[in-house]
């Protein structure tokens, strides 16, 4: 479930109280007031004067954020005398949020509070004919150290890539969406790939579907991964690399395009196998491509295509295995067995484990944040309507303890706040990281320094 940055904000004031400032409704708006009926009580002249005005859900971010400086009780008018609001004076379904904090500081402990709320995120490695595994910066940004690594598994599937139900999604872009999904990589001038939620009569694994739409130009949306493990030779001969073995590509996706959507795999940027094209039914159908790696190969390459007609096609699981498809990957419930890896300490962090050859996968369960919103989208005012998957009550009450910590030296009483609000909001992460862990089945036992590491979540 996702909220947007204005979600987060409202229920930190339906939390704080007056203490977090208070919201009500506008009845009408000029250049340069706000009138809100309800605040028409005949409170003193100066009640809010210098405190600040905020439209969360006004239409321009430009009207966003003002400063009071003259508040009449009669009539519940606030007077700005900062730009006008000229951009948006309709007041349609809109409040107004008076509060003494200035909205940069709100804005950056809302990105702090939700950077340092993590969860259980779950990886994938395909195994060699090697015991040593290294988790790469580019694969794992978030890996620091070992504890950040909850726990190592092996499962015997042929799967060679990663998110392949498409469930992954850690990266913002400038427009304030998530896209693209984790290791894929998007090509195509002005072609676009959302995060979609699945329709209920498409139902599949997962809650969305990466929705892939070309425009003018042909788009592809692929997934690269090296042929060559550690001592492998090109040739094949030593069979420890792909070369000479058969991968297939499975494409499973839906859409109303006949001809436009396929699958194909491409050894070192050329193209060896192609599946057919999706009906253009609607309903979810499987592609697949199969090819045998040749010799000299140094780079396998899955990828999904849309060509043709200006559409769309929704993805809900694409992969290369090694080998053919049979109902057992596409089921994908291989049992799981836990591993104790010994641990190499520098960067990149790496890990030894068992020598398990090619044709399974490596499980890699680690402590990951949650991606923030695009930075200078949100100090420009621009994020309130953009959506993050981190949980809504512990980053509205986080964000509320650091707005109040950030604040403790303008007045004794956000110190009091702070210390307040601050233990709340350390427990509420620290349990939405532990309900994390228990939802996967938790930390390898014994692994004591993963047990401290999941403690460290609620930092």
Known sequence: MSFTGREYIIEAIARGGRDFGIRVPITSLTNTTAVCAVLALGEPQGTYERQYMTRLEGADPAVRDRQVSAFDGTTGTFTQAGATYSADTTATNEYLWISEFPPNIVLRALQQTIQNLRYVDTGHIPTYKGSRYWLRQADWPWITDRS???RVAKRNSPQLTRNRYMQKWGTVSTGGVLTPPDSWTLSGVSATVLRI???????????YVARLTRSTNNCTLGQVMGTLPSGADLSGTSGESLVGETVTAVLVCSTTQASFADVRILCDNSAVATSSTHTGGGEPEELTASATVPAGTKYLELQIRGTGADASVDIHECYLIRGAISDAVRRDEYPEQDLQPRWYDGNPLSFEVGNYGLGSQLVIETSRPYPGFDPTRLLAGNADGDSSDAPLVPVSVGMMARVFEAMKNQDPKFAALALEWM??????????ALATLSATGGVNIPRPQNLAGARRLAR
Request: proline content about 4%.
């Open 148 to 150: 950040k690594v909850l």
């Open 197 to 207: 939620a699945q329709a209920t009569s498409n139902l599949r694994k997962g809650a």
């Open 423 to 432: 233990p709340r909001a350390q427990v509420l992460a620290r349990d939405h």
